[in-house]
């Protein structure tokens, strides 16, 4: 155990010495490098990758732990740094959304048809569109799924290998930030929903959330969207260019 005498501290073991003579040259560039993740955070208006900062952090600096200092940094603040599956923003303060409101802009509300279509893309990606229709029992209609992709939650992931090679549907990264989730884990389940007032209390015996998939990889049973895909689903004209 270290001590203090006469003023001055005198550890006791190696490891007491090693945490009072930390290499000077080691904090100089660990402080350097939470003010570049800082800068770098702060001027995207979108959430940036850890391996973007990475490649801007002086050599051999533990990105992930850099991140997290500057996370708890921001904690206490009226601003927050947030990660948002494998990426970092800056976000007001949950608690404080209230006096950044604008009352005078307009607030666009999905329709029922919208949320249940998105709650089910999000917990039961990848999905495609006939699978959809089966767990919500009506059909889904072409403009429920375009406002869902206009807002950018919605993504097409790949084509399922079964006949038909229909299209597969998953959310995307600014599904996660807009609801304020870190990954597709840390939906709500089951019992927050119930406490929530989400779920009817006369719920199947048998019912259950299923554990949403985490990641981009592609399935098993999916494969990679091609470029006569896109085309073939109006997302490029013939030729490569983009359909504006």
């Known amino acids: 155990m270290a001590e203090v005498r006469n003023g001055d501290f005198f550890p006791e073991d190696e ?5 009072v003579e930390r290499d000077p040259m080691l904090e100089r560039a660990e402080r350097e490098a939470i003010r570049i993740a800082e800068a770098l955070v702060f001027a995207s208006a979108e959430p940036v990758s850890e391996n ?7 050599r051999g600096i533990d990105v992930k ?3 997290h200092r500057l996370k708890e940094d921001y904690a206490p603040r009226g601003v927050n740094l947030l990660q948002v599956d494998e990426h970092w923003a800056f976000r007001t303060a949950a608690d404080l959304s209230f006096a950044v409101r604008k009352d005078e802009t307009e607030v666009k509300k999905l329709s029922r048809a919208a949320l249940e279509v998105l709650a089910i893309i999000a917990y039961h990606q990848p999905v495609t569109r006939a699978e959809i229709e089966d767990i ?3 059909q889904t209609s072409k403009g429920t799924l375009d406002v869902l992709m206009e807002a950018g939650w919605v993504r097409f992931r790949g ?3 079964t006949p038909g090679r229909p299209v597969t549907l998953g959310t995307t990264r600014d599904f996660l930030d807009h609801f304020g989730l870190e990954e597709l884990r840390d939906l709500p389940g089951l019992d927050e929903l119930k406490g ?5 209390g006369r719920i199947p015996a048998n019912f259950n959330i299923p554990l949403p ?10 494969d990679p969207i091609t470029q006569l895909d896109l085309e073939e689903l109006g997302l490029l004209t013939p030729g490569g260019e983009a359909d504006e």
């Open 15 to 19: 490891a007491d010495q090693a945490v």
């Open 52 to 58: 973007f900062i990475a490649d801007r952090l002086p």
């Open 65 to 67: 732990a850099i991140m």
């Open 136 to 138: 919500r029992g009506v």
């Open 159 to 161: 084509r399922r290998r």
């Open 196 to 200: 929530a007032g989400l779920l009817s």
């Open 213 to 222: 998939m985490t990641g981009d990889e592609l399935a098993e049973d999916e």
